[in-house]
C-alpha cells in the first residue's frame, strides 16, 4: 500500500493497526487466498507493487513463492524489513526495494503474478499505472489489482450512519471520499479495470467484492471463532452477485494467455 504523495507515510502506524483488526484481516485473508489459488503450487516469481509493511509479501513467501517488494514510503519499506528480517525462514525468498508504480526497474514479462494491492485507489488515475503493471506479467501470468469499489461509493457511510455523506455519494456517484485513515481515495469499477486489463493484453477472470458485511465496523475486534465464521460469510459473497457489488474493495484478477 502506497500513496500519491509521500504524506502517507504519516498514516503508517493507524495502517498497521487496521492491518491487525478484523476488517484489515479481511482484505489480506480474501485477496492472499484468491492470489494463490490462482499461482497454484509452483513456486512463482511475484511483484509486489505498493507492498507497504510487507503483509502480502509475507504471506506468499510463506507459500514458496519468490517475491519482490516495491513501496514508495521510506517509512512503511523500513517496516516491511524490520518484519521480514524477523522471519528468517521466507527472508531469502524475499526482496525489497524503495520505487514507484510510475518508474518500476523491471523488463516486460519478469513475473508470473503482479499484485497491486490499496494503491491505485490514491492515485490520480487508475489508466497510466494498471498500463504498468500489465507489461511485468509474463504469459500465463496474471495481475491482481485491489482498490476502492465505485460501485458501492455511499454504502460504508450510509451503515455507519452518516447519512448526509451518504445521500451526497449516492446521488451525485463520485468516486472520491475520505477513508478511515484520513486520506482521500478515488474509486473505479470493475468494468473499468477489466477494460485496463484487457488494453494491456491481459484477460480478465471473476472479479470479487471485498469487505461486504464489516466494513462499517471500524471498532469490530472478533474472537477467532467470530472472524472465521465471517471470513467464510465473506468469501461466499465476493463472488456473487448482488452481493459483491456492495464491496468497499473491488479486487480484479487477469490472466495473460500462455503462447501457443
Known amino acids: 500500500m502506497t500513496a500519491a504523495s509521500s504524506d502517507f507515510a504519516a498514516v503508517g502506524t493507524g495502517y498497521a493497526a ?3 483488526g478484523g476488517r484489515g484481516r479481511l482484505r489480506h485473508d480474501i485477496t492472499a487466498r484468491r492470489v494463490l489459488a490462482e499461482l497454484g503450487d509452483r513456486p512463482a516469481r511475484v511483484l509486489d507493487v505498493g507492498c507497504g509493511d510487507g503483509e502480502m509479501v509475507m504471506r506468499l513467501a510463506a507459500a514458496g513463492h519468490l517475491v519482490s517488494g516495491v513501496e514508495k514510503s521510506p517509512r512503511m519499506l523500513a517496516s516491511a524489513t524490520e518484519r521480514i528480517a524477523a522471519a528468517p525462514e521466507i527472508a531469502g525468498r524475499v526482496s525489497l526495494t524503495e520505487g514507484d508504480i510510475y518508474s518500476l526497474p523491471f523488463d516486460d514479462a519478469s513475473f508470473d503474478a ?15 499505472p494498471l498500463a504498468h503493471l500489465a507489461r511485468l506479467v509474463a504469459d500465463g501470468g496474471i495481475l491482481s489489482v485491489l482498490t476502492k469499489n465505485q460501485l458501492a461509493v455511499g454504502v460504508r457511510e450510509a ?15 463520485q468516486a472520491a471520499s475520505v477513508g478511515n485513515l484520513g486520506v482521500t481515495t478515488r474509486g473505479d469499477t470493475p468494468g473499468y ?8 493484453g491481459l484477460t480478465p477472470l471473476p472479479w470479487q467484492g471485498v469487505r461486504i458485511f464489516h466494513d462499517h465496523r471500524t471498532d469490530w475486534e472478533p474472537s477467532e471463532q467470530e472472524y472465521r465464521a465471517a471470513l467464510e460469510t465473506e468469501w461466499a459473497a465476493s463472488s456473487r452477485s448482488p452481493y459483491r ?16
Request: hydrophobic share 40%.
Open 159 to 173: 451503515l455507519s450512519g452518516n447519512y448526509a455523506a451518504a445521500r451526497t455519494q449516492i446521488e451525485s456517484g
Open 245 to 260: 457489488e456492495l464491496g468497499r474493495l473491488v479486487h480484479t484478477v487477469a490472466r495473460r494467455e500462455a503462447a501457443a
Open 193 to 200: 479495470l477489466d477494460d485496463l486489463a484487457r488494453a494491456g
Open 18 to 20: 487496521y492491518s491487525r
Open 114 to 128: 503482479v499484485v497491486c494491492h490499496g494503491v491505485v485507489m490514491y492515485l490520480p488515475d487508475s489508466h497510466v
